[in-house]
């Protein structure tokens, strides 16, 4: 006989935060008829006005089984089987009895990704090294970047001072090291937690706000975290698989990177010139084009294909400084394209993702896409619910709204990728 | 041209109709669910004024306070040009009409039509917001303020105490 997978998935639309804590925990916990093997949370960052995050989990664990694996933090929003929202929280809980569970967590992810990384997957590993089931499964998720608030300029996406950028490039680094402040360096703590568990078949996800990049919360059984990657580890005899899909198309227009700063975070010569006139100049943007609001409105459209130890990389262009262009990731110098996405673009990406699971007949799944992609397709993105309600049909699905986000699997690899859809889907394989 | 203020002064239902624009404003009562869903709307930082509204006339405000105080020094000249882009939306939601939106100084007015008719859910919005997620709620509410319009006797999250809200879906 078959043993049968319970997935919820949990809903609050409330603003108090410990009564919509309470709420997500009973509207998940209550369609399922045996205590929660995981539970994955995740909401909007407006809790920290309407109670703090601690009174939210305190509301969640009013509810929830005491020592029920948790993980998950604050996102820019989700969908899930009853819609799309940028408020509120959600949740996914599972009840099955042939999977093990094990949760990890590593501290200043800022200051120190790889010691955060190691000590998160040590966790994961020494709790289900004994495991006999073979199908291995990771959520890698790690705190967001967080906007340093530069003097006299406050937090801006386009610096136009010339000095200014000099000293923020400059100032990158230091303020990583001391205030935890700056790039998520999600790429580094997804490439180290792959070294250390290159059996796993990953997602990557991190943490935001409500798009702003000023602070982010993430959840770990009952402790509220910044500054933290948190891993949730999965071992089961459910057949899995993870794909990233993106939609983005290369353009013809290409460049060489001929000088990169700031810990090969930022694009500061592209064919031996200052970096954004170039850019510029072969996109045919007048000069003067970029200010704060082309940064959320043009330049989104306009991801740049970079390379990351021989992998393509895609992704969006999030900070300008003066001449150089600040990445999310570390990436090499060398040729790069310049690449297009349409909304349409991305809503075909929804389906090309899903046609890579069309053998699996599916139990539940969770998603791990970027924001940017929600404040693209804006209301739009009921499209998106609609194609996964009409691939998971009454089985439950969670997607949460990221700032670098990827896949990784012992036989694709790696793929990180700005723009993207990450799918990891549990089930059965078809016969 | 009506004082916004007037708003706050009760959560009683009162046409304002004033002597000179002939607008007409009609205020939510405290239990009314579609101002209910404004009220959630208008919790968003970046939402500074939401209603529901046509030509010459706001048919649901939120049930507090009214809007935000960022709107007050610019809210006579979208008022007017609020009703500029009605006559555009009376013209063609029969047709499809599905929203509108415009730019005026700082702020952005979006404009979400309820289908068939010339009424919209309008929100006045700071003009780098970040609309897209702003857009997901603007939508939920649209359509929970239709699913009012079309079953008013029905019970809806927003019309529920915290206590008796429950995901059914």
Same mark, same amino acid.
């Given at each position: 006989?078959?043993?049968?997978?319970?997935?919820?998935?949990?809903? !609050?639309?409330?603003?108090?935060?410990?009564?919509?804590?309470?709420?997500?925990?009973?509207?998940?916990?209550?369609?399922?008829?045996?205590?929660?093997?995981?539970?994955?949370?995740?909401?909007?960052?407006?809790?920290?006005?309407?109670? *703090?995050? %601690?009174?939210?989990?305190?509301?969640?664990?009013?509810?929830?089984?005491?020592?029920?694996?948790?993980?998950? #933090?604050?996102?820019?929003?989700?969908?899930?089987?009853?819609?799309?929202?940028?408020?509120?929280?959600?949740?996914?809980?599972?009840?099955?009895?042939?999977?093990?569970?094990?949760?990890?967590? #590593?501290?200043?992810?800022?200051?120190?990704?790889?010691?955060?990384?190691?000590?998160?997957?040590?966790?994961?590993?020494?709790?289900?090294?004994?495991?006999?089931?073979?199908?291995?499964?990771?959520?890698?998720?790690? !705190?967001?970047?967080?906007?340093?608030?530069?003097?006299?300029?406050?937090?801006?996406?386009?610096?136009?001072?010339?000095?200014?950028?000099?000293?923020?490039i %400059?100032?990158?680094?230091?303020?990583?090291?001391?205030?935890?402040?700056?790039?998520?360096?999600?790429?580094?703590?997804?490439?180290?937690?792959?070294?250390?568990?290159?059996?796993?078949?990953?997602?990557?996800?991190?943490?935001?706000?409500?798009?702003?990049?000023?602070?982010?919360? %993430?959840?770990?059984?009952?402790?509220?975290?910044?500054?933290?990657?948190?891993?949730? *580890?999965?071992?089961?005899?459910?057949?899995?698989?993870?794909?990233?899909?993106?939609?983005?198309?290369?353009?013809?227009?290409?460049f060489t990177i001929t000088k990169l700063g700031a810990?090969n975070?930022a694009i500061c010569k592209i064919n031996g010139k200052p970096a954004v006139p170039e850019l510029?100049?072969?996109?045919?943007?007048?000069?003067?084009?970029?200010?704060?609001?082309?940064?959320?409105?043009?330049?989104?459209?306009?991801?740049?294909?970079?390379?990351?130890?021989?992998?393509?990389?895609?992704?969006?262009?999030?900070?300008?400084?003066k001449d150089y262009i600040?990445?999310?990731?570390?990436?090499?110098d060398g040729?790069v394209?310049?690449?297009?996405? !349409?909304?349409?673009?991305?809503?075909?990406?929804?389906?090309?993702?899903?046609?890579?699971?069309?053998?699996?007949? +599916?139990?539940?799944?969770?998603?791990?896409?970027?924001?940017?992609?929600?404040?693209?397709?804006?209301?739009?993105?009921?499209?998106?619910?609609?194609?996964?309600?009409?691939?998971?049909?009454?089985?439950?699905?969670?997607?949460?709204?990221?700032?670098?986000?990827?896949?990784?699997?012992?036989?694709?690899?790696?793929?990180?990728?700005?723009?993207?859809?990450?799918?990891?889907?549990?089930?059965?394989?078809?016969? | 041209?009506?004082?916004?203020?007037?708003?706050?002064?009760?959560?009683?239902?009162?046409?304002?109709?004033?002597?000179?624009?002939?607008?007409?404003?009609?205020?939510?009562?405290?239990?009314?669910?579609?101002?209910?869903?404004?009220?959630?709307?208008?919790?968003?930082?970046?939402?500074?004024?939401?209603?529901?509204?046509?030509?010459?006339?706001?048919?649901?405000?939120?049930? *507090?306070?009214?809007?935000?105080?960022?709107?007050?020094?610019?809210? &006579?000249?979208?008022?007017?040009?609020?009703? !500029?882009?009605?006559?555009?939306?009376?013209?063609?939601?029969?047709?499809?009409?599905?929203?509108?939106?415009?730019?005026?100084?700082?702020?952005?007015?979006?404009?979400?039509?309820?289908?068939?008719?010339?009424?919209?859910?309008?929100?006045?919005? +700071?003009?780098?917001?970040?609309? *897209?997620?702003?857009?997901?709620?603007?939508?939920?509410?649209?359509?929970?303020?239709?699913?009012?319009?079309?079953?008013?006797?029905?019970?809806?999250?927003?019309?529920?105490? &915290?206590?008796?809200?429950?995901?059914?879906?």
């Amino acid at each position: 006989m078959e043993l049968k997978v319970e997935a919820a998935v949990g809903m !609050s639309r409330k603003w108090d935060a410990r009564g919509a804590g309470r709420e997500v925990a009973e509207t998940a916990i209550k369609k399922l008829s045996e205590p929660p093997s995981f539970f994955l949370l995740f909401s909007t960052i407006h809790y920290e006005k309407y109670g *703090g995050f %601690q009174e939210f989990l305190n509301g969640v664990w009013d509810v929830l089984p005491k020592d029920t694996p948790l993980v998950g #933090g604050t996102v820019a929003g989700f969908v899930n089987n009853y819609g799309c929202f940028s408020r509120g929280a959600s949740a996914l809980a599972v009840s099955y009895s042939n999977i093990d569970v094990a949760v990890g967590v #590593g501290r200043n992810t800022k200051r120190n990704p790889y010691r955060a990384a190691k000590k998160c997957a040590e966790m994961i590993q020494d709790s289900l090294k004994e495991s006999l089931y073979k199908n291995k499964f990771l959520l890698n998720f790690i !705190s967001g970047p967080v906007m340093p608030s530069i003097p006299g300029v406050g937090q801006k996406k386009y610096i136009r001072s010339g000095f200014i950028s000099k000293f923020a490039i %400059q100032a990158l680094g230091l303020s990583q090291a001391l205030v935890q402040k700056g790039l998520a360096r999600e790429d580094e703590i997804f490439e180290e937690t792959v070294k250390q568990l290159p059996d796993y078949q990953m997602i990557l996800g991190t943490s935001m706000d409500d798009y702003r990049a000023m602070k982010n919360y %993430q959840f770990f059984n009952d402790e509220i975290l910044t500054n933290s990657v948190v891993n949730l *580890g999965l071992a089961t005899d459910l057949d899995l698989d993870v794909c990233t899909t993106h939609g983005m198309k290369e353009t013809n227009h290409n460049f060489t990177i001929t000088k990169l700063g700031a810990g090969n975070h930022a694009i500061c010569k592209i064919n031996g010139k200052p970096a954004v006139p170039e850019l510029l100049r072969l996109l045919d943007w007048p000069e003067g084009f970029l200010t704060e609001e082309t940064m959320l409105h043009s330049i989104l459209y306009y991801p740049i294909s970079l390379k990351r130890n021989g992998r393509a990389v895609p992704v969006v262009m999030p900070l300008i400084m003066k001449d150089y262009i600040i990445v999310p990731c570390i990436i090499d110098d060398g040729e790069v394209s310049i690449l297009t996405v !349409s909304g349409k673009d991305l809503v075909n990406a929804v389906k090309e993702n899903l046609q890579y699971f069309d053998e699996i007949q +599916p139990e539940f799944g969770l998603f791990s896409t970027c924001m940017t992609i929600l404040q693209t397709l804006g209301r739009k993105t009921n499209i998106v619910q609609e194609e996964l309600c009409n691939y998971f049909k009454d089985k439950s699905f969670l997607l949460f709204y990221s700032a670098g986000e990827g896949t990784y699997s012992p036989t694709k690899d790696i793929t990180y990728a700005n723009m993207s859809f990450n799918t990891a889907i549990f089930g059965h394989q078809k016969k | 041209m009506y004082n916004r203020r007037h708003f706050s002064t009760g959560y009683i239902f009162i046409w304002l109709m004033d002597k000179y624009s002939r607008d007409v404003v009609v205020i939510g009562l405290k239990d009314d669910p579609i101002a209910l869903v404004l009220d959630d709307l208008l919790k968003l930082d970046d939402i500074l004024a939401c209603m529901v509204a046509r030509r010459n006339m706001i048919s649901v405000m939120p049930s *507090g306070d009214g809007f935000k105080p960022e709107v007050d020094q610019i809210w &006579d000249s979208i008022h007017r040009a609020m009703d !500029s882009v009605f006559g555009v939306i009376g013209e063609y939601s029969q047709i499809g009409l599905g929203e509108m939106e415009f730019r005026l100084q700082d702020h952005e007015v979006l404009f979400y039509v309820f289908p068939d008719t010339e009424s919209a859910l309008v929100a006045i919005v +700071p003009a780098l917001a970040n609309k *897209g997620l702003l857009e997901v709620e603007l939508e939920n509410a649209r359509r929970e303020i239709l699913k009012i319009m079309e079953n008013p006797k029905a019970e809806f999250g927003s019309q529920k105490k &915290d206590d008796e809200v429950c995901v059914t879906a």
